[in-house]
């Protein structure tokens, strides 16, 4: 079992900058990938960005550019450096874990908010 604990979401105005952790434990030598996904109220999660044990990145259209995923193998913590943000950005933050590149088996965090002010 893996266990995530997202912190770092709140409000901030458009054009502002934030930074997510995610700090994962238990048997997370298990661990293949890392990511962040979101979901806005009233639409579906989407993915974010993720990143592999050997630092692979990738990102969603939407953020490229302005959202940078990083790891720390030794602390087992994944960040999402969030710049340029815009109300679009605006909702519920989830960090997800898997033993699998492909994720089919996904361990995920409660969520922290992020909300963007226009």
């Known amino acids: 079992q893996v266990h995530l604990v997202e912190s770092g979401g709140g409000l901030v105005q458009a054009g502002g900058s934030l930074r997510l952790s995610c700090a994962a434990s238990?048997?997370?030598?298990?661990?293949?990938?890392m990511g962040w996904y979101r979901q806005a109220p009233g639409k579906e999660r989407e993915l974010v960005a993720t990143i592999t044990s050997s630092g692979r990145t990738n990102y969603a259209d939407a953020v490229k550019g302005r959202f940078i995923i990083s790891g720390d193998n030794a602390k087992n913590t994944v960040y999402l450096q969030m710049n340029s943000l815009k109300p679009e950005d605006t909702g519920g933050y989830y960090c997800a874990a898997s033993p699998t590149a492909s994720m089919t088996l996904v361990y995920w965090g409660q969520g922290t908010q992020v909300t963007v002010s226009s």
């Open positions: 238990g048997n997370t030598f298990l661990l293949n990938i």
